[in-house]
């Protein structure tokens, strides 16, 4: 009967052994197998084509720019400020025209220009307006006035002046590098050079054909304006 016990007691023993040993070998959370950082298989993969944001390739610096020349004084606004309305006062010649690179890395065409338009129509034309003259839909409802392209200081400054405020921003103004590529923002300038430009034309200066095609739009305004003041004598 004794030797039955002990030999029960010498099972349980060596099972409780057992059983500790077990417990002891056990692989913990933190022992589980997994990949070490930076190590080979660790880093998933990016998907294909993806770019990082804020990508140096996507965002480049703008052209050289430095400080401006003296600024215009009141007493003697530039003719062109005194040409471009309430948008370009004497206040606004006050400050220093930005100098640096001007011109374009390419070509001007008309589909860049077409393309600069429908970008400038989506992005600035809510604050600079139709004319580029600042009195956008925003500035109507009660939001700071933007700048007038056709003030003096933004006529004479250079192109690289454009996409360096495009790109970083400029007063109430935010950066637009996230809603522009850098080749959108050249043919955004080269809109606003269009437009610009339009607002101090010489129709000497247009050829006979696009004369003749301004003669025809101004001809077929004033009889629809024409047709507009029989129809309320009428009335």
């Known amino acids: 009967m004794l030797r039955n016990r002990l030999r029960t007691f010498g099972i349980a023993a060596c099972l409780m052994a057992i059983a500790f040993v077990g417990t002891a070998c056990r692989q913990d959370m933190h022992d589980n197998p997994k990949y070490k950082p930076y190590r080979d298989g660790s880093i998933r993969e990016l998907p294909e084509g993806v770019v990082a944001r804020g990508s140096l390739a996507l965002n480049p610096p703008a052209p050289f720019i430095q400080k401006g020349q003296a600024p215009a004084t009141a007493a003697s606004p530039a003719p062109a400020a005194a040409d471009a309305g309430a948008g370009a006062t004497a206040a606004s010649t006050s400050v220093p025209i930005p100098a640096g690179e001007d011109g374009f890395p390419f070509k001007i065409t008309k589909e860049i220009v077409e393309r600069g338009q429908n970008r400038y129509n989506i992005t600035c034309l809510p604050c600079h307006g139709q004319l580029g003259d600042g009195n956008g839909m925003i500035v109507m409802r009660g939001f700071r006035k933007a700048s007038s392209y056709h003030q003096d ?31 959108d923002r050249w043919k955004v300038i080269a809109y606003i050079r269009v437009l610009q430009t339009s607002q101090h034309a010489n129709a000497t200066d247009l050829t006979e054909v696009d004369r003749k095609k301004l003669d025809e739009a101004e001809h077929k305004e004033k009889t629809k304006e024409g047709s507009h003041s029989s129809g309320g004598h009428s009335n």
């Open 153 to 183: 200081r933004l006529v004479k400054a250079p192109t690289s002046y454009f996409y360096d405020v495009i790109t970083n921003g400029f007063g109430a103004m935010s950066n637009y590098a996230d809603q522009l590529s850098p080749e």
